[in-house]
């Protein structure tokens, strides 16, 4: 009898593992966009099935330091407030790091992009990020937004990029250098959009919008304008 409910565990084990895998490869594949929520839910399920396991949530790719930048992050890019906790109350971090150990792509991104932005404020302010005061982790997270936010004005005039010194003189031509924050916009981009999947598909987020589902749970998105409120929330919209 154990031995048929030890095989019967295994087997459930394997197929939650193979359902997070699928969407952690799917998440790459829409290049970030927007996730079911019954997909989102399972990944949070996860989480707290491993943090009922062992009293705590054990990290599955990133190291300590990098799951603590990975937490700043989070609660820096949807904060609490007087109505919900932060995006790290809501799981952001364990959400993330379940995804991106299941794909080598996701896990890429994160993991070159916390190195990046680590050595760019050691540069800046001489201290990584997690370590460094408030008010410079808000500056250099101010500073990939305004790049994005140029790369985008650039484009939308149908102006290009060229990263050659034999070009730096012919700015009015409308060819420029490619931003040294190139990486770093790339990575945020990523983390910013991740952040509120998972705040907004977590129990803390789902009661900040109110959202009381229905009979069709499964096909239930994150509505677009839930997330473009939580980026025009977040201290650093575009």
């Known amino acids: 009898m154990s031995n048929t409910s030890e095989t019967l ?19 790459t594949v829409v290049a ?8 989102a839910q399972h990944v949070h399920s996860q989480a707290k099935e491993e943090k009922k396991k062992s009293g705590s949530y054990k990290a599955k ?40 150990s ?18 760019e404020m050691r540069k800046r302010f001489s201290a990584p990020f997690v370590e460094a005061k408030a ?17 985008r004005d650039r484009k939308t005039k149908g102006q290009t990029y060229e990263a050659s010194e ?9 060819i420029y250098a490619a931003s040294d924050l190139g990486p770093g916009v790339a990575f945020f981009d990523w983390a910013r959009k991740m952040t509120v999947d998972a705040f907004y598909t977590s129990e803390i987020g789902i009661k900040d919008v109110d959202f009381r589902g229905n009979g069709s749970v499964s096909k239930y ?8 409120y ?5 201290p650093f919209a575009s």
């Open 166 to 174: 034999h070009y730096k003189h012919f700015k009015s031509y409308g």
């Open 32 to 39: 970030g966009g927007q996730m079911k929520l019954e997909a």
């Open 135 to 151: 008010e410079q982790q808000t500056a250099m997270l101010d500073l990939l937004v305004q790049a994005e936010q140029t790369d």
């Open 221 to 228: 998105e994150v509505p677009k304008e839930v997330i473009d």
């Open 9 to 27: 565990i295994q087997i459930e084990d394997m197929s939650r593992r193979d359902a997070l895998r699928s969407i952690a490869l799917a998440v």
């Open 230 to 234: 939580a980026l025009n929330h977040s």
């Open 61 to 100: 790719l990133f190291n300590e330091h990098e799951f603590k930048t990975l937490g700043r992050l989070a609660e820096l890019i949807v904060p609490a407030d007087a109505v919900s906790g932060s995006a790290r109350d809501a799981g952001a971090p364990e959400f993330i790091d379940l995804l991106a």
């Open 102 to 119: 299941q794909n080598d792509d996701l896990a890429a991104i994160f993991t070159g992009g916390l190195s990046w932005l680590d050595a």
